[in-house]
């Protein structure tokens, strides 16, 4: 697995395109399907009376092969789709934001963002199809120089931005919580570093004085 | 006056011989290997909670396989029958 997490992490959610963005690319693969019996179709209908035969065997076969041989590219071309679709993906995790983005099968590039560099979250639904299917974009700014995260065509992009604010607060809530209890400590450490250095300082004081009662004495004594 | 080229697609016959769709075949048989190679490879290394090899790997081969005896049938057919 190329992305780990630490083991405090776990993995709040994960988005992924809305699926009509993929069923729009396999119906131009089962549109391509069909094609050829479309084509026969018009051949049929053309006004020309002609045959086609072949020198090696019965063309009938020849017509099954190649039909099955142009599904069998499809077939591999609709998993190469399902592929691209499944692995471009946003994962939010409990520390941190993953935008995974897949550009055919050979290049894909990993964006990682810490919750608390996250400053905005904005979501977008624009068009007539996409309002309908209830699909869109989320913007996410982040703090410096890091670049705008952006996902198109998620499904539910408004609950996605509440569910993305809720972790967000939920982690600030928990840093803030981790900051006050680190704080408590370092209170404490210092108050008690405090207490032994002033039991030194007794200590030293109350060595002081019974050491000059001693030499009291001693003169007293002489 | 030139001959009309309509006339002349009485009978077209395709130089087709078994060989050469018996290459074709093997070299498809190829690529689904490798294709399923380099699919297993994406569905296993990237993503974190769902798997989708559950289902996609046996559906993969499920159809490729369907795919490939047809093709082989229908080889066999042209040559034999």
């Known amino acids: 697995m190329i992305i780990k997490l630490d083991n405090d992490e776990h993995v709040v959610f994960e988005v992924r395109k809305h699926w009509f963005t993929f069923t729009l690319e396999i119906t131009l693969l089962a549109f391509l399907a069909i094609l050829p019996f479309f084509i026969i179709a018009i051949i049929k209908i053309l006004p020309f009376d002609f045959s086609i035969s072949a020198t090696g065997g019965n063309i009938f076969y020849f017509y099954i092969f190649s039909y099955f041989a142009w599904t069998s590219i499809l077939w591999i071309f609709g998993f190469l789709f399902w592929t691209d679709y499944y692995l471009d993906t946003w994962i939010i995790t409990t520390k941190k934001l993953i935008d995974v983005e897949q550009h055919g099968l050979f290049r894909r590039e990993i964006s990682i963002i810490q919750l608390d560099k996250i400053q905005d979250v904005k979501s977008e639904i624009r068009g007539i199809v996409p309002t309908i299917m209830n699909y869109g974009d989320i913007h996410v700014q982040s703090a410096g120089q890091q670049k705008e995260f952006l996902i198109h065509n998620v499904p539910k992009p408004d609950q996605i931005r509440q569910k993305l604010n809720e972790a967000l607060s939920k982690y600030k809530m928990a840093y803030v919580i981790k900051e006050q209890s680190n704080n408590f400590e370092n209170m404490n450490q210092n108050f008690s570093e405090q207490n032994n250095s002033q039991a030194n300082l007794n200590q030293f004081a109350n060595t002081n004085i019974d050491q000059n009662e001693n030499n009291n004495q001693t003169q007293n004594f002489s | ?81």
């Open chain 2, 1 to 81: 006056m030139p001959e009309n080229t309509v006339q002349n697609l009485k009978n077209i016959e395709l130089p087709i011989s078994s060989g050469a769709m018996w290459m074709t075949l093997l070299i498809l048989i190829i690529v689904f290997v490798i294709m399923y190679f380099v699919f297993s490879y994406h569905w296993k290394s990237v993503g974190i909670e769902e798997n989708p090899k559950v289902f996609a790997r046996p559906l993969f081969w499920i159809v490729s396989v369907l795919l490939i005896i047809v093709m082989t049938l229908s080889v066999a057919g042209f040559e034999y029958l």
